[in-house]
């Protein structure tokens, strides 16, 4: 079965870091682009970064440049997203996402989301 | 960045009505880049359509895509009781926008 579980999420100060990870299973990770995707408490979906299957390229939304960094190691098929300077606006469930990119671009497979509350 | 904007906001149908679902963007956009997810409370997103008009794996074929260039349109051609729920889409010009959303309601 294709799945990818979130996790590392949690209640963090504003100004403070925290490291979320995805862990991919059922499929071959190394082959795909990976992307996380946040929504928070009662908004719409909002795509925050991608990275390509070698971690050779990764783009952000312009809300968290130079705040956040996507990574992945495919020899574990996880992916992370290191998140710095956290704001409040930051706040938010973080879904990990296959992001299918060839003819069509698309995210296919999404995990369950893991919740990143930033208050002090 | 390309805006997507949806509606209605919240459409409001019984089970077995047709629902049309709206997505228009502020500038055009590739048919390729077009996606439309379903979202239910408290669940991750579900592909629904990619490439504007095909079904994702799984989809029941109540559910058909349209549209090019800044309108594109989803159809739900017999709602059913488990289609209620939240529509978003989804395109990729230089990077990803999703829209605000539309609320599909029981009446």
């Known amino acids: 079965e294709v799945q990818l579980v979130e996790s590392g999420g949690g209640l963090v100060q504003p100004g403070g870091s925290l490291r979320l990870s995805c862990a991919a299973s059922?499929?071959?990770?190394?082959?795909?682009?990976m992307s996380w995707v946040r929504q928070a408490p009662g908004k719409g979906l909002e795509w925050v970064a991608n990275?390509?299957?070698?971690?050779?390229?990764?783009y952000y939304v312009d809300s968290v440049k130079g705040r956040f960094t996507i990574s992945r190691d495919n020899a574990k098929n996880s992916l992370y997203l290191q998140m710095d300077s956290l704001r409040a606006e930051d706040t938010a469930v973080y879904y990990c996402?296959?992001?299918?990119?060839?003819?069509?671009?698309?995210?296919?497979?999404w995990g369950k989301g893991t919740t990143v509350t930033v208050s002090s | 960045e390309i805006v997507l904007t949806q509606s209605p906001g919240t459409l409001s149908l019984s089970p077995g009505e047709r629902a049309t679902l709206s997505c228009r963007a502020s500038?055009?956009?590739?048919?390729?880049?077009l996606a439309w997810y379903q979202q239910k409370p408290g669940q991750a997103p579900r592909l629904l359509i990619y490439?504007?008009?095909s079904r994702a794996t799984g989809i029941p074929d109540r559910f058909s895509g349209s549209g090019s260039g800044t309108d594109f349109t989803l159809t739900i051609s017999r709602l059913e009781p488990e289609d209620f729920a939240v529509y978003y889409c989804?395109?990729?010009?230089?990077?990803?926008?999703f829209g605000q959303g539309t609320r599909l309601e029981i009446k």
């Open positions: 996402a296959r992001y299918r990119r060839g003819f069509y671009y698309y995210m296919d497979v």
């Open positions: 059922g499929f071959i990770f190394s082959s795909y682009w």
């Open positions: 990275i390509k299957q070698d971690g050779s390229e990764k």
């Open positions: 500038q055009s956009v590739s048919s390729s880049y």
């Open positions: 490439g504007a008009s």
């Open positions: 989804q395109q990729y010009g230089s990077s990803f926008t």
